[in-house]
Nanobody
């Protein structure tokens, strides 16, 4: 079965950390660029970070998370991670991972590979 499954969400205090995982099954995740998106209640989905295939070795971050979040791959485990440090209340959202062809110039709405999301709540 081809799918992406996110995990690692939960409740964190401001200044705390969480690590999200995005595990692929049924296909090789490193054949694709992988992006993390988030959607807070009442807001549009926005991209948090994107990582190209390992051979291209490029990544980007939204300005709101630069210096706090880090994206990485473990190709042996067919997994992409999002390490989130120094969390803020405004990071509260459902986080999704998706696999696509490119980080830039690609319509992620057309990707066949989306996970169902994991909730991240940052609260004191």
């Amino acid at each position: 079965q081809v799918r992406l499954v996110e995990s690692g969400g939960g409740l964190a205090h401001p200044g705390g950390s969480l690590r999200l995982s995005c595990v692929a099954s049924g296909f090789t995740l490193d054949d694709y660029a992988v992006a993390w998106f988030r959607q807070a209640p009442g807001k549009e989905r926005s991209r948090v970070s994107c990582m190209t295939r390992s051979v291209d070795d490029m990544f980007d971050y939204a300005d709101s998370v630069k210096g706090r979040f880090s994206i990485s791959r473990n190709n042996i485990d067919n997994t992409v991670y999002l390490q989130m440090d120094n969390l803020k209340v405004e990071d509260t959202a459902v986080y999704y991972c998706a696999a696509g062809h490119h980080c830039i110039g690609y319509d992620w709405d057309k990707s066949r590979y989306w996970g169902r999301g994991t909730q991240v709540t940052v609260s004191s």
